[in-house]
């Protein structure tokens, strides 16, 4: 590992509860090992105060500064980012709608020597997330739109419940709501052979409480999700005050760049990359998204 990449962890990472540089260390594979038993119980673990505070402040300033650049559209969604099909049956949680009223800044707009560009490409963060989720590697997206973004969640707006497309996610908060805009979860709710559908439609309808988990977020922790079985929403941000957040999308393989379709949702727009790209992706699972 060559020394700027240590020396950017250094400057942003809060190496004294996480050492990133130091992966033979004890201290570094007790995070690990801890990260990975969250992971596999509860599907979800957060780092907390993984960013230095004096960075914080930076991660919040950079990111409040390129939100105005965010693609911003209100759309009607469900849980599985299909189009609404008339012709499931009438109890089929894909029946059921959402308003989703995010918006995303794609990578080609956040500045290389900003905080979250800088943790994205660095190789020691990198190698910590992978083995935080017992992978042998990571690779960034070659998607130039879809491998870094920041999530902007308005007043009045939330990111309704949804799986990811990722087994997968890492993400950041860098700017709290004045209220609301609470991450909540069902840890695990379906798997890569059984989709579940009576406990998702319980949730969407408001009837699965109990299967309900809520997470306090702070700027500059560090959350590791497996958002492909746990169905998951960012709840009503309130105030004057955007949530902001970083996602930081990797793949086990290199060369993965978003769909036509899916990019267009998300950023308003495609590149010739993804035009290149239609037709070549691989599915991991026949789940319904």
Known sequence: MGASGTRVVDRIVNEASYRL??????????????????????????????????????????CAAIAPLAYFDVETVNAYNTAPDSSLPEDHPGRITMERGNAFVPRDRIPADFVIHQLYSSELFQQFVA?????????????????????????????????????????MVTQQPQAGGVFEYCPNIRSARDENFDDVRDVLAGHGEHLIRRLPLRPGDLQLFRGRYSVHRVSCVRGDTDRHSAIFAYSERPGVVGTVARTRQLFGRVLPEHLAAQGRSVRSDQLLD
């Open 131 to 171: 083995s935080c989720f017992e992978l042998p590697r990571l690779c960034e997206l070659a998607d130039p739109l879809a491998g870094l973004c920041l999530n902007v969640v308005r007043p009045g707006m939330e990111h309704p419940w949804h799986f990811d497309t990722n087994e997968f996610t890492v993400s």
């Open 21 to 62: 540089s130091e992966p033979e260390s004890a201290a570094w594979q007790h995070v690990v090992a801890r990260t990975q038993s969250e992971l596999l119980t509860l599907g979800c673990s957060v780092l907390p105060g993984f960013v230095y505070p004096e960075a914080c402040h930076a991660l919040r300033s950079q």
